[in-house]
Every structure is written in C-alpha cells, then in structure tokens.
C-alpha cells in the first residue's frame, strides 16, 4: 500500500514523502516532521520516495568507484554500520528535487528509526532549498517570548534539549525547536521536530539524559494513549524577533563563563555547525561518516563552480540576519542541572 | 640511537620523526613503517612534528566537548573514533605552532590504515603551512619534465604512472604529488598492487617475497572474498628509474565516464577540481579539522583549505598546459594510449 504524507513549511518550503508502506506506531517517533504535516501541497520543492527503484544513471560521470554524478544528479550505493541503502537525487542543484531512497538498517537500535538515514539526507536539501530562498535553517535551540527568540546554536551534547525544557517548564517560554530553527531577516521561524518525543520529556523527565528503562515503558504508554492526535502539551512560538544569540559549549571545567564573539566568526561558527551535521551518528548503528557531505564533495569535484560547491549564499544571508543581534557563548560545565539553567536565566534577564 | 625512532625528511622542505612504541601485533600489521620509508634520513633533532604511536593517556582537561567525544582546547584536539572493526584514538597538539606531537592509539586493524587517516592528512596540512600543495595524483618525468595525472579513486592515476614507466618515463609516485614554485617534487609510497595493474614491469621486477605475498592474498580473495591489498616498496620495481623532481609541463585531470574526450581547461578550473578533490581524500581527518574550526574559526586549522587553493594558484605555473580527460570506466592500454595520443 503506498503510503503518501504532505509537508508545509511555513509556506515556505513543501514537500512530499512517499513510500510503500507505513511503520504503524513506530511512525509516531520515526516521522520527524509530524508538526508541518497538511493534507495536500501542490508542486512540492522535494519529493521523496522511499522503497526499491531503478536508477537513471546513464552518461554519468564517476567519482571514487561509487558516486554517479551529471547535471544537477546523483546516485550511489552505500553502506556504513549496520546501515545499506542507495539513493538517486535529481535536482541535486536546481529546480524542483526528487530523492529516491531505497534503504535498510539492521539491528534493534534503528527499530523506532527504520527511515534515519533518508531523513538526514531530507533535512540537509531542506537546508539547501531554504538557503537559496534566503532562510537559514540553523542547527540550534530556540525559545521565544512575547515574540522574543533567544538562539541557542551548539554542537552535540550541549544540553539543548534539556535548556529548552527548563526555560519552557520554569521559564514560561514557547518552543521553537530544539535541534534546528529558520532565520529569516531579523526573526525565527519554529522548526520543531520529534514533537512527541519531546512533549513527553517535557513533561515527564528531569532532563534528556533521563532516559532509563521504566521512562522508556512510560514513553510507551503515554504515545499509546495518544496515538490518534496529533497535539502535544507544548505550546509551538509564533515567528519571533531575534533578540539574543547565544552559542552553548560543553566543557570538562567546573566554572560557568560567558563572553563576547564577534560577528564574523559567529558566521563561519553557524556554517561549520551546519556541516558537521552531515555527520549523523546514532548510537550503535556505527554511522560516523557524514554520507551527504561525502556526496556534496564528490558533486564539488565534477563541478567545482555550482551552487552546490560554493555555497556562498549562507554568508550573505547570515549576515544580513545577524548583524545587529547581540551575540555571546557561554561554557557550561560536563553535567547539567538546574544551576546551569538558572545562570542561562538569569544571564538572559540581565540583558533586557 | 633508540631503534624505534625514526626520522624522514620530504625534499628538505618538512621533517618529521616517528617513535614507534605500540605493540607486536600493531607492528606487524602496521603499514607505517614501509608507507614513509622512502623519506627515512638520518636523526633529525628539530622535526616539524613528531608523531607518537602507542598507548598513552589524553591531557584533556579543560577542554570543550564537542558531540559527547571531540575534545577541543587552544592548539590541542583529542578523540577516540572508529570505522569499522578499526579503532583509534589519537590527541594533537602544538599544531598552530612549530611544534606539532601527535600521539595515536590504534587496534591492529586500525594500524593498517592510519597512515592515510591521520598522517597523510597531517602531512597536507604541514605542507601547506610550508607553501607548498600536496596533490592526489600520480607523476611521471621524461626529460625533466613532469607530467601529472590528477583523479580521484577510480580515475587510473596508478595505471597510468605504471603505463608510462612501461614506455620508458620516470616514476615519481603514484598516489601523492607536491608542487613546489612551477616542480613537481616525489611522493614515493608504496605501490597498491592488483590484478589490474600488474603490468609487465612490475611483475618483471617484482621480488620472490612480494609475488608469493600477492599470489597467496589472490587465493584468499577467490576463497573468502576478503582482499588485503600487496603493498610493494617502488625502489623494489624501478631501481633505475626513479626521480625526483622536475618542472612540472603537463597536467591531466582523469575522470570516469563513458567513453574517452579531451578537452584543454585553465588553471582556475583545474584549481576548483584539485580543491574538493584533496577535501574528499582527507576523511575522517576533515571532520577534526572541522570540530576543531567551529571552536576556533580564525585558526590556521580553519584556515587551511583557503590557503591549501591559494598554495594551488601560487605554485602551479601559468605555462602549464591543462586538460580534462574523459576516460572509460574500464581504464585499460588502450585509454593509455589515447591520452598519449592526445
């Protein structure tokens, strides 16, 4: 039975996934993009298909034994891990995008995952289609207030999930995401993802390293009880003025520091954020090698001036967006607990 | 001397020492040793960097973490990582400066490959420091004039290097090139030997120990389809026709398609290729150097690529013909001789 789901992005950006079938329950945690689902869209920005295909890979040129590449297509077979899968992209570069992905990821880990991969693959074209729109879709948290956003870009393990939580339960803020938000202009545009996942942890765990066996069975139950509606106890931020960036990092030191970065590196700090995204990792499914990143390389090698290779459209649109938002980083220590929370608060208070 | 010490010396432009203190097995599977043999000199006492190999025990404190394992502080990077049954962990410091230790520790597995994940790598960046470009690609000399074969894997850069020999040119590598103000220096490693590219003049020259070695991992192959490449050291095979530096006359860009077509292109364009084309043979050390760029984006770390390209423009000639190849994807003799032709 094949299995259709519609996307809008703030009617920005849509897009439309097909497949050949659906997960069940597991969808519920598998779809990542739930929030933005619609009934229909017309002329989708992506189309991704997900199951077997054949692809059109004639009159191709090949890179490292393994990447097919012509105008504005790509194709390959690959493997990693636990995981195998093959993908076609035509409009790799331009024009309206289709992703063919035919996949399959072994063992328990990828059980609530099975379309991991194929996901991190959409959300890096989702990047790349709203950066020539002139978006920035920033891997950071985002929080709001009487339509006042603070931006919380970090790496990994920076506790951004868990801030969001805190300054959402204890801080009276609405949700713009917790992994990934859209800059556009002077404001931010909510990008939430895995909303029930994150609606639970809101409302039932400390914090996201709180994650043992008797959470999980109450996850379970607390999705069950709630599989037919779509709505979560978190309330999702209007678009919001940028009022505050602040770059979180993780440190092995006791003290809590902040200071001033510059316009410029805060710049090149947001676009190398991004890219070490393509890194996708997941826990046990030994995938450590970033295979879009490989492929937008692979594509840079046969043409090294396309859009693709450049990407000189994120500097002009970062900077246009940033230019007059007051920016600092702050160090946090290893563990996180309240008192970090607490000194994040009271830090962004100071400033108003 | 201390005999697990040992000192290279690229062309005089960058030194650097290996101490070698991991164990039996690492040693024995390790690929190290033979990868830079040819640079092997006598002790230096003031390396451009000095690379640790075995166990030790990481100075991370006060350093931010970066995705729960990449730990980042000024002029210092450390992690653990693996790719597939090969496991490593290696710490890096004094890299913005003169200074460089780099300590790493590997499982057997990992042994075999750590030369191109973390040396190689190195080496570019050292290089670049120094002004001069590492190329992928391989090179040939006739005349003193060097002819350069630019690809990624796939392209035929080996078989064209061994062609060439055949036809009386001389070896300068077959995997690495460095250019240097309009020359192209050697990079002599070790030859990847397959059925495919076992032409004449290897198999000729080829010593007992190496053909039996090659001949046993073919039978391997056949049997259990687990294929360990033969390694041979090119002093083994081309004794008498090795060189080392010459001006660099021509350039070809190999790329994989259909069928054969050559077309001339500028140094520009070349430029564009060369860059993503380094970028691509550069993992995982890449994802480092970005880790480590996203902490400190002013770094000469973060810097690198933008003066790896500039390092490109400097040191290629403006009279150095270009062209872009085209060749099928079953590189054979004939491919050869149509480039030639060409």
Request: proline share 3%; no cysteine.
């Given at each position: 039975m094949i299995q259709t789901l519609n996307y809008n992005l703030h009617n920005i950006l849509k897009f439309k996934i097909t497949r050949d079938r659906g997960h069940g329950l597991r969808d519920l945690i598998n779809l990542k993009f739930s929030f933005f689902e619609v009934e229909e869209v017309d002329n989708p920005d992506i189309t991704l298909n997900i199951g077997k295909f054949t692809p059109s890979n004639k009159n191709c040129y090949l890179v490292d034994h393994k990447y097919y590449i012509k105008e504005n297509y790509f194709y390959c077979k690959d493997s990693e891990g636990k995981a195998k899968w093959e993908v076609e992209i035509s409009?790799?570069?331009?024009?309206?995008?289709?992703?063919?992905?035919?996949?399959?990821?072994?063992?328990?880990?990828?059980?609530?995952?099975?379309?991991?991969?194929?996901?991190?693959?959409?959300?890096?074209?989702?990047?790349?289609?709203l950066s020539k729109k002139g978006y920035f879709l920033?891997?950071?948290?985002?929080?709001?207030?009487?339509?006042?956003?603070?931006?919380?870009?970090?790496?990994?393990?920076?506790f951004k999930t868990s801030l969001c939580m805190d300054f959402i339960r204890r801080g009276g803020f609405e949700f713009l995401g917790d992994d990934r938000v859209i800059l556009h202009k002077d404001k931010v545009l909510s990008f939430p993802m895995s909303l029930r996942v994150f609606g639970f942890m809101c409302k039932h765990l400390p914090n996201e390293d709180s994650w043992n066996t008797f959470n999980k069975i109450r996850f379970a139950k607390w999705l069950w009880d709630r599989k037919d509606k779509r709505d979560t106890p978190i309330k999702i931020g209007e678009p919001s003025k940028i009022k505050h960036l602040l770059f979180i990092v993780r440190t092995n030191k006791e003290v809590i520091t902040v200071r001033e970065i510059s316009l410029k590196e805060t710049i090149d700090r947001l676009i190398t954020n991004n890219r070490l995204e393509d890194f996708i990792s997941l826990g046990g499914m030994g995938i450590n090698s970033g295979p879009y990143l490989k492929y937008a390389l692979a594509?840079?090698?046969?043409?090294?001036?396309?859009?693709?290779?450049?990407?000189?459209?994120?500097?002009?649109?970062?900077?246009?967006?940033?230019?007059?938002?007051?920016?600092?980083?702050?160090?946090?220590?290893?563990?996180?607990?309240?008192?970090?929370?607490?000194?994040?608060?009271?830090?962004?208070q100071s400033l108003e | 001397m201390d005999k697990n010490e040992k000192s290279y010396n690229i062309h005089g432009i960058l030194r650097f020492k290996i101490i070698n203190r991991s164990n039996f097995l690492n040693r024995l599977f390790g690929t190290v040793n033979l990868e830079y043999k040819n640079f092997e000199t006598e002790r230096v006492n003031d390396p451009d960097f000095t690379i640790y190999l075995g166990d030790f025990t990481p100075s991370n404190q006060e350093c931010r973490i970066l995705d729960n394992h990449y730990y980042v502080k000024e002029d210092y990077f450390y992690c653990r990582d693996s790719y597939k049954a090969a496991r490593w962990g290696f710490?890096?410091?004094?890299?913005?400066?003169?200074?460089?230790?780099?300590r790493i520790y590997t499982n057997s597995f990992a042994s075999m490959i750590i030369s191109g994940f973390l040396i190689d790598p190195l080496i570019n960046f050292k290089l670049a420091e120094k002004g001069c470009a590492l190329v992928h690609g391989s090179c040939v000399s006739k005349d003193n004039h060097a002819y350069l074969f630019t690809a990624q894997g796939g392209g035929g850069k080996t078989s064209t290097a061994l062609y060439a020999v055949e036809r009386g040119f001389n070896f300068m590598g077959d995997n690495f090139t460095i250019l240097d103000k309009g020359y192209a220096l050697s990079f002599l490693s070790p030859l990847n030997i397959f059925s495919f590219n076992l032409v004449p003049v290897v198999k000729k020259n080829m010593k007992i120990k190496s053909k039996a070695e090659f001949h046993l991992k073919n039978i391997?192959?056949?049997?259990?389809?687990?294929?360990?490449?033969?390694?041979?050291?090119?002093?083994?095979?081309?004794?008498?026709?090795?060189?080392?530096?010459s001006k660099l006359k021509t350039i070809f860009l190999l790329i994989p398609k259909g069928k054969f077509g050559i077309v001339e292109i500028d140094k520009e364009e070349l430029i564009g290729h060369m860059v993503a084309n380094m970028k691509l043979d550069s993992f995982p050390f890449l994802k480092y150097m970005m880790m480590y760029s996203y902490v400190f984006p002013e770094s000469r770390m973060a810097t690198h690529w933008d003066r790896y390209e500039e390092n490109l423009r400097r040191n290629l000639s403006d009279h150095v013909t270009i062209y872009r190849v085209e060749v099928p994807q079953r590189y054979d003799i004939n491919t050869f001789e149509e480039i030639w032709g060409g």
């Open positions: 409009g790799f570069e331009d024009g309206e995008t289709t992703i063919n992905f035919n996949g399959r990821i072994k063992g328990f880990q990828s059980f609530m995952n099975p379309d991991f991969i194929v996901q991190n693959l959409l959300i890096r074209l989702i990047e790349y289609k920033a891997h950071s948290a985002g929080i709001s207030k009487n339509k006042q956003a603070y931006i919380l870009p970090g790496r990994g393990g920076t594509y840079s090698y046969i043409f090294p001036d396309s859009s693709v290779a450049t990407q000189k459209k994120d500097l002009e649109v970062l900077k246009s967006i940033l230019e007059n938002v007051p920016i600092h980083e702050i160090e946090i220590p290893n563990n996180y607990d309240l008192n970090v929370f607490n000194e994040l608060h009271r830090f962004t | 710490e890096i410091s004094g890299f913005e400066s003169e200074d460089t230790k780099i391997l192959y056949k049997m259990t389809g687990l294929r360990i490449v033969t390694k041979i050291d090119v002093k083994e095979i081309f004794t008498n026709s090795l060189n080392d530096k």
